[in-house]
């Protein structure tokens, strides 16, 4: 490395990560600098193709080094993504998963699945990889959310290969029944196809698997958290008490066992149901308020009609209420991951 390299990478290490609260150059975020002329090219290695943060980089980046290193009067920056990887996973289980996410909720009708399913997209319109399971086995929505209907996964091998809508990858019970006829499983038999989706889908390699689980704190949600390496769990809820009180047994429900509570969503905010619920509880537990999602009948149209507002409205207030959220969740995952490694991180991430 030059002496002019060395000047540009001494001033890019003032640049903090607003995330992890260390600097970009230390993180291993800078990469394949260069220099012609008068202008320093290089890459910064994002943890989420999600980040809502570029234009900050860029600013940071510009305002450390132009003026500060003679010579050097432009940046070029090029961007590229790596999520960590939860090292549990590939610990635990045979397969090529960076995170699981789990999204719950204290009770049905919150809007638990609409918000895996624009999260799923909206993640995937970002350029990440992304994997959706259904795992409320007898009561499976994700179908008709997804615009996918009662499809049949193709087998190959002794592998099912998962359905796709809007870039995600999807699997569900509701693609392997009948759908005029009742699903009656007993508790074990709720664990052996939760597992089945995970290990018997040839899911490829994935960034993120988003599991929208049953509401409540039942058979499946707890079958999930302990039998599979969580990255952490999102509680969805609606502003009004009665919503947050179920939310908040959730959320404990996820504390007792140990795995991270990512955020609270506060789902159709607005005059029917009031505002402030789900951040409200957020502040009470210590943990992130992940985003409020306005009350809007396209967002119930676009779940009927199986086309997510995060991807067919995506400037509406939901569909930006959705984006900010995944965006928002991204940087959650990365955070946790990174922050609970024993290793700091993108130099040790393959």
């Not at 099912?160 to 005029?180: H, N, Q, R, W």
């Not at 969503?265 to 149901?273: T, W, Y």
């Amino acid at each position: 490395m030059t002496d002019l390299q060395q000047q540009v990478m001494k001033a890019l290490a003032t640049v903090i990560e607003p995330e992890l609260h260390r600097d970009i150059v230390s993180l291993n975020m800078v990469r394949d600098l260069s220099i012609e002329g008068d202008t320093a090219h290089f890459t910064i290695v994002l943890t989420t193709p999600a980040c809502p943060l570029k234009g900050v980089f860029v600013n940071s980046c510009n305002a450390a080094v132009i003026g500060k290193v003679p010579g050097i009067n432009h940046l070029q920056i090029k961007w590229d993504a790596q999520v960590p990887t939860d090292r549990n996973i590939s610990g635990r289980l045979d397969v090529n998963m960076r995170s699981i996410i789990a999204v719950s909720s204290g009770k049905g009708g919150v809007g638990k699945s609409t918000v895996s399913t624009n999260l799923a997209v909206a993640l995937a319109e970002a350029g990440a990889r992304v994997g959706l399971i259904d795992a409320d086995i007898l009561n499976p929505n994700l179908p008709m959310m997804t615009g996918l209907g009662h499809g049949r996964p193709k087998v190959v091998g002794d592998k099912m290969v998962p359905m796709e809508a809007y870039g995600v990858k999807v699997i569900s019970t509701g693609f392997l029944i009948d759908p005029s006829k009742p699903m009656i499983m007993r508790g074990p038999m709720l664990h052996g196809a939760i597992r089945q989706f995970f290990m018997d889908v040839q899911w490829g390699e994935l960034d993120y698997m988003i599991v929208d689980l049953p509401p409540g704190t039942g058979d499946a949600p707890l079958s999930l958290a302990q039998s599979f390496p969580l990255t952490g769990a999102i509680i969805v809820t609606q502003p009004q008490e009665v919503a947050v009180g179920d939310a908040l047994r959730s959320a404990a429900m996820f504390e007792t066992l140990n795995v991270p509570i990512l955020g609270i969503v506060e789902n159709m905010a607005g005059d029917f149901f009031g505002t402030g619920g789900g951040e409200k509880l957020a502040q009470q537990r210590g943990v992130p308020f992940l985003g409020r999602i306005p009350l809007d009948a396209e967002v119930r149209k676009g779940g009927d009609l199986g086309r997510p507002v995060a991807v067919t409205a995506p400037d509406s207030p939901a569909g930006q209420a959705f984006i900010t959220m995944a965006q928002t969740v991204a940087a959650r995952v990365s955070t946790v991951m990174l922050l609970t490694a024993d290793v700091i991180p993108l130099n040790v991430i393959g």
